[in-house]
């Protein structure tokens, strides 16, 4: 079994450009998070993989086969869309067995009364009720398969939705968002289970995102979109330690990383406001210096700044403070144990390890940094 | 159920309904009244429902001797029968094309049907006419099926309410291997069945009351349709026979009546349950 490749992937609605030049490839078995803030396009990329959308550039192969000009049927995919999109009247069994029955059965054996007569129908609906009993199984649907849609929860909706894709055992699955309609405690639960049946079924999985949480949980790679084009794909470690775009290292993390202007002096000396970082780029000029709120830490010596607040998470603390010489706001997480209290205004020094500082340019692509060897904030 | 009260406010709901429902059943009351009283009593000024004199047997004995009854009510249950069943089998795809499928000339397609809205029935019933008479289908089902089995109505009406369906749904049954003829009958089709219904009553309702275009396209018994066997009871030399065109009349609308009441809990129970909310 081969995976999702798409490449060249272009796409406009009006003057609008929704998608532009994306590449992107979910090998066999492998679990991809794409991920972005909402209307960067990867809902219309997911799409355009399904064949719900046509691309206007570019191509899209599923199990290494061209599918771009085949119709969402022949395409051997199955999706799980956010609002789950069950039939409302048809029970729970019979959603999930309608992708068998549409392609197992011929067109004459799914009439009303003619197709239970037929021969051969009787063996073929055997199987597929078969099927439906393997699936619903391991989902904890085996009690519900005689109940309508209206008649679940949303967690039990969505597991519907979830066996009615797994059911064909398709080449790969695209799922759009789909936790984001149920309670924080059902989501963290239902990841599990959406990691469990990807691994049972061994295709290659597309999973769309808001939450960058849910993306570098679950995945094995995770796809970094914005304005229609994919910024980074890594794995998810990769993603929060060494994004390859300012962008990228805004979007994930929580909270937010916490960026200073900096510049580049001629030897290449990155100074925050004057002060001397330890870290030297490799040409002169404005850079932005990027920190992690867990790179910061109290020190005698280090960034001034202005505590604002703490926030005491129980395994840490935030403190909120503002850098004094141009009021950037900095976020640091602490140890709880460490400081003892800030009280607000208190102005103290944080210094970075210079090994998890990064550096961008003003193009905000990611910039190579090397020790200074000189002294820092001096 | 109703909590200590709140009796009052109850009572003053089902009055007001009751007087409401009398007002409006009390026409066919009227006639079902009349339809038992010999002529002399129906024009007599005094108000009483039940006759003084039983004529009910002499009524309904001159209608079933003079008019083929069961002749016209099965003429009846064929043409409305034909014009739902081809009204759905054009208005729910037409519909849901209208209502979700991108084409070039969409948009014209669906002023047209709005046009078609504004035009009368009566206005191209002489056209038709001639058509009709010129390919030799007066006094035929085709006749009388034909000319509605296009309605704009139902067109708008289920372009409307397909709107409202997910496209969600749509292009689900279109990964689950389902083409769009199937995404018709199987997902848009069952969904639909409360727009179905309340269309299925207007329609069947229209048709089977209809006394303009049958009259113009059909003459003696063979194709009448029961509005048509009223009309028999219209005699231009004796006079009005009131008693059995009143009689008529009841025996012609029973079957809705009864079908209505038959189906009525079916038809509650359909646009209850049919939630959409997948």
């Keep these: 079994m081969g995976g999702i490749a798409v490449a060249g992937i272009g796409k406009r609605f009006g003057a609008t450009t929704a998608l532009a030049e994306v590449t992107l490839e979910v090998a066999a078995g492998e679990f991809v998070a794409l991920v972005g803030p909402s209307g960067c396009g990867k809902t219309t990329l997911m799409r355009i993989i399904a064949g719900i959308e046509r691309p206007d550039a570019g191509q899209v192969r599923i199990g290494a086969r061209d599918v771009t000009p085949l119709r969402p049927a022949d395409r051997d995919v199955a999706m799980v869309f956010q609002s789950y999109a069950l039939y409302p009247h048809l029970t729970v069994r019979q959603n999930i067995a309608v992708p068998l029955t549409m392609r197992g059965l011929p067109a004459w054996h799914r009439l009303p009364l003619a197709g239970a007569l037929l021969p051969g129908a009787r063996a073929a609906r055997a199987r597929i009720a078969q099927e439906v009993a393997r699936v619903a199984e391991p989902l904890g649907l085996s009690a519900l398969l005689d109940r309508r849609p209206a008649q679940l929860s949303g967690g039990q909706r969505q597991r519907v939705a979830l066996a009615r894709a797994v059911i064909r055992r398709p080449a790969a699955f695209l799922m759009d968002e789909p936790l984001s309609n149920l309670d924080a405690a059902l989501r963290v639960q239902t990841r599990r289970e959406i990691v469990e049946i990807h691994r049972r079924a061994g295709a290659a999985t597309l999973y769309v995102t808001h939450d960058q949480a849910e993306a570098l949980t679950m995945a094995d790679r995770v796809a970094v979109m914005l304005g229609g084009r994919i910024l980074q794909v890594a794995p998810p470690e990769a993603i929060y330690a060494d994004p390859v775009d300012l962008r990228v290292a805004a979007f994930i993390g929580s909270p937010r990383i916490n960026t200073l202007a900096a510049e580049a002096d001629a030897g290449g000396q990155v100074r925050v406001a004057g002060l001397a970082t330890g870290l030297r780029a490799r040409a002169p000029g404005p850079v932005t210096l990027a920190l992690r709120p867990e790179a910061l830490r109290p020190a005698a010596q280090g960034l001034p700044v202005a505590a604002e607040h703490v926030e005491f998470l129980g395994d840490g603390l935030l403190l909120h403070a503002r850098h004094l010489p141009d009021g950037a706001p900095l976020v640091a997480r602490l140890d709880p144990a460490s400081p003892g209290r800030v009280a607000p205004g208190e102005r103290l020094a944080l210094e970075f390890d210079p090994a998890r500082a990064l550096l961008f340019g003003a193009d905000g692509a990611r910039l190579p940094t090397a020790p200074a060897g000189v002294a820092a904030y001096a | ?278």
């Design chain 2, 1 to 278: 159920m109703t909590p200590r009260g709140s009796l009052l406010p109850g009572a003053i709901r089902l009055l007001v309904l009751a007087l409401l429902g009398l007002v409006f059943l009390s026409p066919y009351l009227w006639m079902a009244a009349a339809s038992l009283k010999p002529l002399d009593e129906i024009f007599r000024a005094s108000l009483a429902l039940w006759p003084e004199n039983f004529a009910g047997v002499e009524n309904y004995g001159k209608v079933l001797a003079r008019v083929p009854v069961a002749q016209y009510l099965w003429n009846g249950v064929i043409v409305c029968g034909g014009i739902l069943f081809f009204q759905l089998l054009f208005a729910v795809p037409a519909g849901y094309a209208l209502a979700k499928l991108r084409f070039p000339g969409r948009d014209i397609a669906f002023g047209a049907v709005m046009l078609g809205l504004l035009v009368p029935p009566h206005v191209p019933a002489l056209p038709l006419y001639v058509a009709f008479s010129e390919i030799g289908l007066l006094n035929s089902y085709a006749a009388l099926i034909a000319p509605f089995a296009i309605s704009v109505f139902a067109i708008f009406l289920f372009r409307q309410f397909f709107r409202a369906l997910p496209d969600e749904l749509l292009h689900a049954a279109r990964l689950d291997g389902m083409g769009e003829w199937s995404i018709v009958w199987r997902v848009i089709l069952p969904n639909a069945w409360p727009a179905a219904t309340a269309f299925g009553i207007f329609s069947v309702v229209a048709h089977w009351n209809d006394l303009f275009w049958p009259l113009i396209v059909v003459q003696g018994h063979a194709r009448a349709t029961p509005a048509l066997g009223v009309l028999q009871f219209r005699s231009e030399e004796a006079g009005d026979d009131f008693g059995a065109m009143m009689a008529a009349a009841v025996l012609m609308t029973l079957p809705l009546v009864l079908a209505f009441l038959l189906a009525q809990r079916r038809f509650v129970e359909g646009i209850a349950t049919t939630g959409l909310k997948g």
